[in-house]
């Protein structure tokens, strides 16, 4: 039962170019998350989906898409990267909303 | 929209003493709450999850509680460990779409030996 797992670990991009995190987990939980956490502070959610096929805004969305083709796995793209989007990220999953969150080991994202 | 503040933002303290750590919300109308620790560099790991219904939970040294109506959680931690020291998020669920969460930025406590 390996949980949350996000890959890659460690990334380094260039401005302007595209990347997907990868985020899959193995409990069969409805509900995913996808959350970025910037220096000294919290984590804010950028998408997050309750199911299959259902996916939602958070926070700040602007520049991410997110796709659910399966309840494993809830990939996050960036479309064009910018500087601002440097960041460690983190996916989130839970069996329903009532639920705890489990976390990732997280993704440290460099865009020079 | 929903905020979450935690104070005190970082909290220095001796091997053990029991202390509070402190997390209020705006909007009263929440699903759950949901306290994590964060070691430096890692993932959050889940502590304690109160739903709405419940007044406190408690975890070995932990306890949490929660007062929907003032929009108020502490998280107690009894004879602190240097090996307790770490940051401390809250987050919490709104009733109306549970599928959101919002976090506070955190507690980071040092626990001196």
């Known amino acids: 039962n390996a949980g ?25 939980h409805e509900y995913m998350s996808w959350y970025r956490q910037d220096p000294g502070m919290g984590l804010r959610l950028i998408h997050y989906s309750v199911g299959a096929g259902i996916t939602d805004q958070g926070e700040v969305p602007n520049g991410y898409n997110v796709s659910r083709s399966t309840t494993e796995d809830f990939p996050l793209r960036l479309l064009s990267a910018a500087p601002s989007q440097t960041s460690v990220y983190f996916c989130a999953s ?13 993704t440290r994202l460099s865009i020079l | 929209k929903q905020e979450v503040t935690q104070i005190p933002a970082a909290l220095s303290v001796p ?14 109308a929440i699903y759950n709450l949901q306290w994590f ?38 998280l107690y931690i009894a004879a602190s460990q240097p090996g307790d020291s770490a940051t401390y998020l809250c987050a919490v669920r709104p009733g109306t779409n549970a599928g959101k969460s919002t976090f506070g930025d955190g507690t980071t406590l040092t626990v001196k030996p």
Not at chain 1, 94 to 101: A, C
Not at chain 2, 42 to 57: A, C, D, P, V, Y
């Open chain 1, 4 to 28: 949350v797992t996000q890959t890659p670990k460690f990334q380094v991009l260039k401005t302007g170019q595209s990347m997907t995190l990868q985020c899959a987990q193995d409990m069969n």
């Open chain 1, 94 to 106: 839970s069996l329903t909303g009532g639920w705890p969150q489990h976390f990732g080991d997280g």
């Open chain 2, 15 to 28: 091997e053990g003493e029991n202390l509070v750590l402190n997390c209020s919300f705006t909007d009263s």
């Open chain 2, 37 to 74: 620790r964060q070691d430096p560099g890692k993932g959050l790991t889940s502590l304690l999850l109160i739903q709405s219904s419940q007044r406190e939970q408690t975890s070995g040294r932990l306890n949490a509680s929660l007062d929907k109506s003032s929009g108020r959680s502490t």
